[in-house]
Protein backbone atom coordinates (compact mmCIF):
# COMPACT_ATOMS: atom_id res chain seq x y z
CA UNK A 1 0.00 0.00 0.00
CA UNK A 2 3.02 2.35 0.33
CA UNK A 3 2.84 4.04 -3.06
CA UNK A 4 -0.41 4.55 -2.73
CA UNK A 5 -0.89 5.97 0.77
CA UNK A 6 -1.18 9.76 -0.22
CA UNK A 7 -2.91 9.30 -3.29
CA UNK A 8 -6.34 11.89 -4.22
CA UNK A 9 -8.70 12.12 -2.86
CA UNK A 10 -8.36 9.08 -0.65
CA UNK A 11 -5.46 9.43 2.08
CA UNK A 12 -4.42 6.71 4.23
CA UNK A 13 -2.75 8.05 7.45
CA UNK A 14 -1.79 4.23 8.91
CA UNK A 15 2.14 4.40 8.99
CA UNK A 16 2.30 7.74 10.85
CA UNK A 17 -0.36 6.35 13.32
CA UNK A 18 1.56 3.37 13.43
CA UNK A 19 5.11 4.16 13.90
CA UNK A 20 3.73 6.59 16.17
CA UNK A 21 1.67 4.34 18.74
CA UNK A 22 3.21 0.52 17.80
CA UNK A 23 7.02 0.70 19.96
CA UNK A 24 5.10 2.03 23.18
CA UNK A 25 2.63 -0.86 23.13
CA UNK A 26 4.82 -3.46 22.11
CA UNK A 27 6.99 -2.66 25.03
CA UNK A 28 4.12 -2.05 27.49
CA UNK A 29 3.28 -5.80 26.16
CA UNK A 30 6.90 -7.07 26.01
CA UNK A 31 7.42 -6.22 30.04
CA UNK A 32 4.17 -7.86 30.96
CA UNK A 33 4.97 -10.74 28.98
CA UNK A 34 7.84 -11.04 30.30
CA UNK A 35 7.13 -10.83 34.39
CA UNK A 36 3.95 -13.19 33.49
CA UNK A 37 6.09 -15.79 32.06
CA UNK A 38 8.57 -15.19 34.67
CA UNK A 39 5.81 -15.85 37.26
CA UNK A 40 4.64 -19.09 35.00
CA UNK A 41 8.25 -20.32 35.36
CA UNK A 42 8.43 -19.56 38.77
CA UNK A 43 5.21 -21.90 39.45
CA UNK A 44 6.65 -24.12 37.31
CA UNK A 45 9.80 -24.93 39.22
CA UNK A 46 8.63 -23.94 43.17
CA UNK A 47 5.52 -26.35 42.91
CA UNK A 48 6.12 -28.66 39.98
CA UNK A 49 3.23 -31.56 41.25
CA UNK A 50 0.87 -29.15 41.69
CA UNK A 51 0.17 -29.17 38.32
CA UNK A 52 -2.09 -31.59 36.84
CA UNK A 53 -4.35 -32.43 33.81
CA UNK A 54 -5.34 -30.54 31.77
CA UNK A 55 -2.84 -28.06 32.55
CA UNK A 56 0.10 -30.11 33.22
CA UNK A 57 3.68 -28.85 33.77
CA UNK A 58 5.19 -30.41 30.71
CA UNK A 59 2.16 -28.20 28.48
CA UNK A 60 2.34 -25.56 30.71
CA UNK A 61 6.34 -25.43 30.49
CA UNK A 62 6.57 -25.35 26.62
CA UNK A 63 3.90 -23.25 26.65
CA UNK A 64 5.88 -20.89 28.70
CA UNK A 65 8.86 -21.05 25.85
CA UNK A 66 6.91 -20.12 22.91
CA UNK A 67 5.32 -17.40 24.66
CA UNK A 68 9.04 -16.47 25.97
CA UNK A 69 10.30 -16.59 22.17
CA UNK A 70 7.22 -14.47 20.89
CA UNK A 71 8.13 -11.84 23.81
CA UNK A 72 12.10 -11.89 23.20
CA UNK A 73 11.20 -10.58 19.41
CA UNK A 74 8.76 -7.49 20.86
CA UNK A 75 12.36 -5.29 21.76
CA UNK A 76 13.72 -5.93 18.02
CA UNK A 77 10.48 -4.86 16.45
CA UNK A 78 10.07 -1.81 18.75
CA UNK A 79 13.63 -0.70 17.72
CA UNK A 80 12.91 -0.90 14.12
CA UNK A 81 9.98 0.58 13.60
CA UNK A 82 11.28 3.66 15.90
CA UNK A 83 14.56 4.06 13.86
CA UNK A 84 13.85 1.98 10.20
CA UNK A 85 14.41 -1.38 9.76
CA UNK A 86 18.05 -0.95 8.98
CA UNK A 87 18.94 -4.39 10.21
CA UNK A 88 18.56 -5.89 6.63
CA UNK A 89 16.12 -7.77 4.69
CA UNK A 90 17.37 -10.86 6.39
CA UNK A 91 16.97 -10.66 9.78
CA UNK A 92 13.15 -8.80 9.14
CA UNK A 93 13.00 -12.87 7.23
CA UNK A 94 14.39 -14.67 10.67
CA UNK A 95 12.47 -12.26 12.89
CA UNK A 96 8.69 -13.47 10.81
CA UNK A 97 10.33 -17.13 11.52
CA UNK A 98 10.61 -17.11 14.49
CA UNK A 99 7.73 -15.22 15.78
CA UNK A 100 5.49 -17.35 13.21
CA UNK A 101 7.24 -20.46 14.68
CA UNK A 102 6.00 -19.51 18.30
CA UNK A 103 2.12 -19.32 17.35
CA UNK A 104 1.99 -22.41 15.47
CA UNK A 105 3.84 -23.86 18.40
CA UNK A 106 1.25 -22.45 20.86
CA UNK A 107 -1.15 -23.20 18.82
CA UNK A 108 -0.49 -27.20 17.92
CA UNK A 109 0.18 -27.74 21.50
CA UNK A 110 -3.13 -26.28 22.50
CA UNK A 111 -4.70 -28.19 19.47
CA UNK A 112 -3.13 -31.74 21.03
CA UNK A 113 -3.51 -30.93 24.96
CA UNK A 114 -7.50 -30.77 23.82
CA UNK A 115 -7.76 -33.99 22.80
CA UNK A 116 -5.48 -36.47 24.35
CA UNK A 117 -3.29 -37.08 27.75
CA UNK A 118 -0.31 -37.54 26.22
CA UNK A 119 1.15 -34.42 28.22
CA UNK A 120 -0.25 -35.36 31.42
CA UNK A 121 4.06 -37.06 31.83
CA UNK A 122 7.08 -36.73 30.10
CA UNK A 123 7.40 -39.74 28.75
CA UNK A 124 9.17 -41.20 25.75
CA UNK A 125 5.80 -41.28 23.60
CA UNK A 126 5.37 -37.30 25.08
CA UNK A 127 9.03 -36.36 24.20
CA UNK A 128 8.51 -37.80 20.27
CA UNK A 129 5.33 -35.67 20.24
CA UNK A 130 7.44 -32.73 21.69
CA UNK A 131 9.72 -32.80 18.63
CA UNK A 132 7.19 -33.57 16.15
CA UNK A 133 4.94 -30.27 17.30
CA UNK A 134 8.18 -27.90 17.47
CA UNK A 135 9.50 -29.12 14.03
CA UNK A 136 6.21 -29.00 12.45
CA UNK A 137 5.70 -25.70 13.80
CA UNK A 138 9.39 -24.69 12.04
CA UNK A 139 8.13 -25.62 9.16
CA UNK A 140 5.03 -24.17 9.03
CA UNK A 141 6.37 -20.61 9.38
CA UNK A 142 8.77 -21.07 6.72
CA UNK A 143 6.41 -19.39 4.35
CA UNK A 144 5.58 -16.40 6.42
CA UNK A 145 9.88 -15.83 6.08
CA UNK A 146 9.86 -16.59 2.38
CA UNK A 147 7.34 -14.06 2.11
CA UNK A 148 8.26 -11.10 4.33
CA UNK A 149 10.78 -8.90 3.56
CA UNK A 150 11.76 -5.15 3.94
CA UNK A 151 10.50 -2.35 1.90
CA UNK A 152 11.58 1.55 1.74
CA UNK A 153 8.83 4.02 2.45
CA UNK A 154 9.55 7.24 4.16
CA UNK A 155 11.39 4.84 6.74
CA UNK A 156 12.50 0.99 6.08
CA UNK A 157 9.92 -1.04 7.24
CA UNK A 158 10.07 -4.42 8.32
CA UNK A 159 6.51 -5.80 6.72
CA UNK A 160 5.20 -9.52 6.68
CA UNK A 161 4.08 -9.36 3.23
CA UNK A 162 6.64 -7.86 0.54
CA UNK A 163 5.65 -10.38 -2.12
CA UNK A 164 3.01 -10.54 -4.49
CA UNK A 165 -0.50 -11.41 -2.88
CA UNK A 166 -0.48 -14.29 -5.54
CA UNK A 167 2.90 -15.75 -4.89
CA UNK A 168 2.96 -19.09 -3.91
CA UNK A 169 4.60 -18.29 -0.39
CA UNK A 170 2.28 -15.63 0.71
CA UNK A 171 -0.54 -18.31 -0.53
CA UNK A 172 0.29 -21.11 1.75
CA UNK A 173 1.30 -18.75 4.36
CA UNK A 174 -2.07 -17.42 3.96
CA UNK A 175 -3.66 -20.86 3.70
CA UNK A 176 -1.73 -22.38 6.95
CA UNK A 177 -2.88 -19.40 9.18
CA UNK A 178 -6.64 -20.19 8.00
CA UNK A 179 -7.10 -23.33 7.58
CA UNK A 180 -4.62 -25.25 9.32
CA UNK A 181 -4.26 -23.78 13.06
CA UNK A 182 -7.18 -21.78 13.55
CA UNK A 183 -9.64 -23.90 12.24
CA UNK A 184 -7.75 -27.16 13.93
CA UNK A 185 -7.73 -25.13 17.15
CA UNK A 186 -11.15 -24.64 17.16
CA UNK A 187 -12.58 -27.63 15.96
CA UNK A 188 -10.24 -29.18 18.97
CA UNK A 189 -11.20 -26.97 21.19
CA UNK A 190 -14.94 -27.93 20.71
CA UNK A 191 -14.16 -31.44 22.40
CA UNK A 192 -11.53 -30.24 24.83
CA UNK A 193 -12.23 -30.28 28.43
CA UNK A 194 -14.08 -27.62 29.94
CA UNK A 195 -11.31 -25.93 31.93
CA UNK A 196 -8.97 -26.34 28.97
CA UNK A 197 -11.51 -24.35 26.95
CA UNK A 198 -11.70 -21.30 29.54
CA UNK A 199 -8.23 -20.96 30.01
CA UNK A 200 -6.10 -21.45 26.57
CA UNK A 201 -8.01 -22.69 23.63
CA UNK A 202 -10.75 -20.16 23.43
CA UNK A 203 -8.36 -17.74 24.89
CA UNK A 204 -5.67 -17.67 22.25
CA UNK A 205 -7.87 -18.49 19.45
CA UNK A 206 -10.37 -15.85 20.33
CA UNK A 207 -7.04 -13.47 20.29
CA UNK A 208 -5.94 -14.43 16.93
CA UNK A 209 -9.19 -15.82 14.81
CA UNK A 210 -9.82 -11.95 14.07
CA UNK A 211 -6.05 -11.24 12.92
CA UNK A 212 -6.57 -14.35 10.67
CA UNK A 213 -9.90 -13.06 9.47
CA UNK A 214 -8.69 -9.70 8.73
CA UNK A 215 -5.89 -11.67 6.48
CA UNK A 216 -8.42 -12.96 4.58
CA UNK A 217 -10.37 -9.77 4.05
CA UNK A 218 -6.83 -8.26 3.19
CA UNK A 219 -6.67 -10.92 0.14
CA UNK A 220 -9.74 -10.31 -1.09
CA UNK A 221 -9.41 -6.96 -1.35
CA UNK A 222 -5.52 -6.96 -3.14
CA UNK A 223 -6.91 -9.63 -5.65
CA UNK A 224 -10.00 -7.53 -6.15
CA UNK A 225 -12.71 -9.89 -5.46
CA UNK A 226 -13.84 -7.24 -3.37
CA UNK A 227 -14.01 -3.52 -4.82
CA UNK A 228 -12.34 -1.34 -2.76
CA UNK A 229 -13.70 2.22 -1.64
CA UNK A 230 -12.27 5.35 -0.63
CA UNK A 231 -13.64 4.20 2.88
CA UNK A 232 -11.67 1.00 3.12
CA UNK A 233 -8.75 2.11 1.80
CA UNK A 234 -8.07 4.82 4.39
CA UNK A 235 -9.54 2.46 7.71
CA UNK A 236 -9.05 -1.22 6.55
CA UNK A 237 -5.50 -1.03 7.89
CA UNK A 238 -6.55 0.44 10.91
CA UNK A 239 -8.56 -2.33 11.55
CA UNK A 240 -5.69 -5.21 10.64
CA UNK A 241 -3.57 -3.51 12.24
CA UNK A 242 -5.57 -3.32 15.59
CA UNK A 243 -6.68 -7.39 15.16
CA UNK A 244 -2.82 -7.81 14.94
CA UNK A 245 -2.46 -5.86 18.21
CA UNK A 246 -5.59 -7.79 19.70
CA UNK A 247 -3.34 -11.47 19.03
CA UNK A 248 -0.13 -9.78 20.51
CA UNK A 249 -1.49 -9.45 24.05
CA UNK A 250 -1.93 -13.66 23.92
CA UNK A 251 1.59 -12.98 24.91
CA UNK A 252 0.79 -12.39 28.95
CA UNK A 253 -2.72 -13.28 28.74
CA UNK A 254 -2.02 -16.20 28.42
CA UNK A 255 0.95 -16.62 31.17
CA UNK A 256 -1.80 -15.08 33.05
CA UNK A 257 -4.89 -17.22 32.79
CA UNK A 258 -2.73 -20.47 33.12
CA UNK A 259 -1.80 -19.16 36.64
CA UNK A 260 -5.56 -18.21 37.43
CA UNK A 261 -6.32 -21.43 36.58
CA UNK A 262 -3.60 -23.16 38.76
CA UNK A 263 -5.06 -20.74 41.51
CA UNK A 264 -8.20 -22.12 41.20
Partial sequence: HY???????????????????????LAVACAAAALGTGA?????????????????????????VGTGLFTTLLPLVVVGIRQ???????LCKLTH???????????????????CTTWACWDPWSQRLAVVVWVSALLLAVPAALSSGTVAASETSCIQRS???????YLLHLA??????????????????????????WLFLGLWVPYGMGLAVDFLLETRLLQPTCNTFQHFDFVLGLSQGLGVLHCYLGPAALLALRLC
Fill in 3 to 25: KEYDAVPCHNHYCAHFQRVAPAF
Fill in 40 to 64: LLLALTKRPHSWGWPQSRVLVAQLA
Fill in 84 to 90: GWQLGSM
Fill in 97 to 115: LLWHWSLFVQGLLVGTSSF
Fill in 163 to 169: VDVLSPA
Fill in 176 to 201: LCLFLLLPAVLVVATVAVPQLKAGVS
